[in-house]
């Protein structure tokens, strides 16, 4: 507390974290190695540092930290992303619309295999985003398709060219977000410098706009939509959750949570405005095909890929020593159902009535959902980053942090995980977030009974 205090009376030493902060993004986005996780680490956790030191001492003056934010940002502008190859499919998917094709019909190994090349830099983008990605059927929505289009508008012949073009996009969508997210905890009675634990965070700006995951846009939809809920424009509110969730699927696991915000009447067609719309941006791409060719594309994430699971490792190793062999096809299918189960619990049994409640219960939901899953990237935690700004939860800030342990995994050619750093990415998560549930709260009872 005394070194908070002494950066915040000492501008210079502000300015000096801002100095270094600056320093550590140029070295993240231009001078790092995925394979050199020594490196990734001691850096990322510097900043990490550096971004508490920050927010401690600045939280009450919005334009700066937001200054510092798109600042941090823009560093990364001509950055070629180094712990991610998905944006190589991205712009393959781009650049497939544009010359007319159908993203959801083909596999990107399938015209390699012919030697066909129906984009420019096909080769190039193919070696790119790697076998495994190339030889399945894109999974994403229509509307993240749109932004990969918008992406190619200016970069057909130029792999960094579409890359800043994505960057631009998601740049504008976490301005979008630390716009609509200060009005709405402006409206909730809630500090508006917890923004800033999203928009200044290390894990964010390194995930989202230096390795270009599209969470970004999809949580704009998702603020934009629980603002325009909050002020009673709820038909509005739908059409922006179908668009979130025409980014990226998760939101829809959300949909049973509004259960007790709305008369019958209202959510049936609350419901109705947000399935018609998702359905309807669909509709370009739509026939058999597509069909069983996305079917089998999202059956992938439950039935076939591993990665930094938590409570699924251990059903694994159950399955190993009962079975001989890998059941991630069972598992993959009994998990999802404990999910849902876990989610109807929380839309029946648990009030969900206010904004901040139906908040929480979506912070709640999407937890269980990835310390279920089979695979968690480490981009996923950035829809809990967002959500925990709205409640009195912080475990989703500790594993912003810890999620960075996953990236040890390719530190060697074979790329194995190491269970026990995934155990501890997990033990530092689960046990800040009992201590918030059951320790703190109790606590907190106890003070209420004294008084």
């Not at 989610?343 to 279920?372: D, P």
């Amino acid at each position: 507390m005394k070194l908070i205090s002494t950066i915040k009376n000492n501008p210079i030493l502000f300015y000096a974290l801002i100095g270094l902060s600056a320093i550590g993004y140029f070295l993240f986005a231009y001078h790092t190695q995925r394979a050199d996780y020594a490196h990734v680490f001691v850096v990322y956790a510097a900043l990490f540092l550096l971004f508490v030191g920050m927010y401690q001492t600045q939280k009450n003056n919005f334009l700066t930290l937001a200054g510092i934010g798109i600042l941090f940002r823009i560093i990364f502008i001509v950055a070629i992303p180094n712990l991610s190859q998905d944006f190589y499919r991205f712009i393959w998917d781009g650049r497939m619309l544009l010359n007319g094709f159908n993203p959801y019909l083909f596999t990107p190994e399938s015209f390699i295999q012919s030697g066909e090349l129906p984009i420019n830099q096909a080769q190039e983008l193919y070696q790119g985003m790697g076998q495994l990605n190339g030889s399945n059927f894109t999974n994403y929505p229509p509307i993240n398709q749109l932004c990969f289009v918008l992406a190619n508008l200016f970069g057909t012949n130029s792999i960094l060219g579409s890359v800043i073009g994505l960057r631009f996009q998601l740049i504008l969508a976490d301005i979008g977000i630390l716009y609509f997210g200060k009005k709405l905890l402006e409206k909730l009675h809630l500090p508006v410098s917890t923004i800033f634990l999203y928009f200044l965070n290390p894990f964010i700006i390194i995930e989202l706009t230096g390795n270009l995951h599209f969470e970004g846009v999809m949580l704009f939809f998702l603020v934009w939509s629980l603002y325009l809920l909050h002020t009673q424009k709820w038909k509005w509110a739908a059409i922006l959750l179908a668009l979130s969730v025409s980014v990226k699927l998760i939101p829809l696991i959300f949909l049973p949570l509004f259960y007790q915000r709305f008369k019958l009447k209202q959510l049936l067609i609350f419901y109705g405005i947000t399935l018609v719309t998702f359905v309807v941006l669909f509709i370009p791409f739509f026939n058999t095909a597509f069909i069983v060719n996305y079917s089998e594309s999202i059956g992938l994430w439950f039935k076939t890929f591993e990665f930094n699971a938590s409570f699924y490792y251990i059903a694994r190793a159950i399955g190993y020593q009962i079975s001989g062999y890998n059941q991630i096809a069972v598992i993959g299918k009994i998990l999802p159902v404990v999910v849902v189960l876990i989610i109807l619990g929380f839309t029946f049994f648990r009030e969900n009535k206010t904004s901040i409640q139906l908040i929480t219960a979506m912070l709640l939901s999407l937890s269980i959902y990835f310390l279920l899953s089979t695979t968690v990237h480490p981009w996923y935690v950035a829809s809990l980053v967002f959500l925990s700004v709205f409640t009195k939860y912080r475990f989703a800030l500790v594993w912003s942090f810890s999620v960075i342990l996953s990236y040890s995994a390719y530190s060697n050619n074979q790329f194995n995980e190491n269970l026990w750093i995934v155990a501890l990415e997990y033990l530092l998560v689960l046990g800040w977030f009992i201590w918030e549930m059951v320790v703190r709260k109790k606590h907190f009872f106890k003070l209420i009974v004294r008084k």
